[in-house]
Nanobody
Framework: QVQLVESGGGLVQPGGSLRLSCAASGFTFSTYWMYWVRQAPGTGLEWVSRINPDGDITYYADSVKGRFTISRDNAKNMLYLQMNSLKSEDTAVYYC?????????????????????WGQGTQVTVSS
């Protein structure tokens, strides 16, 4: 029922930009906080950013603050992550995810299973 489909990943050079998209369906998108998280080989899941249902409150991990911008279009059930000034350490599989319940952000982010749903992920590779 719930589906989250990421797209927009690819290979980009350091300093470059990429825009990720997440198409959501099967739930009332506009009532959920939405997340971007990522996982690099040999590392645990890292929270990247989250945005509230109305799209007017955002938070970012220190590692991406000032470089990444999360946004959403509730009319289109779409979540986005604009990534600028990309670094090699941004290389990872990026997932969009929703919490288990509406209106509230998920209390902890340690694994994808902490979320209610997540997508298949999209690979972002930053390399020269």
């Amino acid at each position: 029922q719930v589906q989250l489909v990421e797209s927009g990943g690819g290979l980009v050079q350091p300093g470059g930009s990429l825009r990720l998209s997440c198409a959501a369906s099967g739930f009332t998108f506009s009532t959920y906080w939405m997340y971007w998280v990522r996982q690099a080989p040999g590392t645990g899941l890292e929270w990247v950013s989250r945005i509230n249902p109305d799209g007017d409150i955002t938070y970012y991990a220190d590692s991406v603050k000032g470089r990444f911008t999360i946004s959403r279009d509730n009319a289109k059930n779409m979540l986005y992550l604009q990534m600028n000034s990309l670094k090699s350490e941004d290389t990872a599989v990026y997932y969009c995810a929703k919490p288990k319940i509406a209106w509230f952000s998920t209390p902890v982010v340690r694994a994808l299973s902490d979320f209610g749903s997540w997508g298949q992920g999209t690979q972002v590779t930053v390399s020269s």
